[in-house]
């Protein structure tokens, strides 16, 4: 059984945001755009938006990016409505898949999923049918060499000390899980240790309970699923359970 390294993944998600960075602030834009129009443009009182920012100041989303859609969201541009919509189903070799959308046009997103899916040998299955295995969570990664004047076993050390579920170093990159309730206090608390140069993802994210490993030529298929769902302009976000 092949093995399929964490950075590995890192390093293929990565890959495709470089390729298709405008592509990634767009829908970063458009998160924040729902956020702000549904809980006001305020960071002191939207807590959601704070985070969405956060997030996009993480991925190096230019200011005048994150500007413009505040300003949609506060009326000063014309913005659209978007409606969030989950879609769950099983790609090849079985793995689980959840794939989260927001879209102006049901009836255009839904079709082109399935597509997408039913192509590459995968299927769409019921609400439901695939959440139950998955977890919300904050997830922070950190390249090894992006610590500051501290060392990983003194930087471990100091991080244990704050309100985390538990911190991994595998292939020198830095995995620290947090309830998504305590993720924005840890996080503030990381940026003010100045331990840190550079995120690789400082994120609320879905987390699978229990991942599958596939050999080499499977994991590819998924990779290859996964990348054509993220090249639909109304997906946003695409989690699934392959180790």
Not at 142 to 160: G, R, T
Request: net charge negative; proline share 2%; hydrophobic share 35%.
């Amino acid at each position: 059984m092949a093995g399929h390294s964490k950075w590995k993944n890192i390093q293929h998600r990565k890959g495709r945001q470089d390729e298709l960075r405008s592509k990634e602030f767009a829908k970063l834009a458009r998160e924040i755009y729902i956020v702000a129009k549904s809980g006001g443009t305020d960071t002191s009182i939207n807590a959601a938006l704070r985070l969405s920012i956060d997030k996009a100041k993480t991925k190096s989303m230019p200011k005048e990016n994150i500007q413009r859609a505040l300003d949609k969201a506060d009326g000063n541009q014309a913005g659209v409505d978007y409606l969030e919509v989950v879609y769950e189903g099983y790609g090849p070799s079985g793995v689980a898949i959840l794939i989260y959308c927001l879209t102006d046009n049901r009836n255009r997103t839904a079709p082109s999923v399935r597509s997408i899916f039913s192509k590459k040998g995968g299927n769409l299955g019921t609400e439901g049918s695939v959440s139950y295995l998955f977890n919300r969570q904050g997830n922070i990664l950190i390249e090894e060499d992006k610590l500051q004047n501290i060392s990983y076993e003194d930087f471990a050390l100091e991080v244990m000390n704050l309100d985390i579920d538990d911190i991994e170093n595998e292939d020198n990159i830095i995995q620290i899980s947090v309830d998504q309730k305590n993720f924005e206090e840890v996080k503030q608390k990381l940026d003010q240790s100045n331990f840190i140069s550079e995120y690789l993802e400082a994120e609320i994210t879905m987390v699978p309970t229990m991942k599958i490993e596939l050999d080499d030529e499977a994991q590819e298929n998924i990779l290859t699923l996964i990348d054509q769902l993220n090249d639909d302009d109304d997906v946003q976000n695409v989690y699934h359970n392959m180790a």
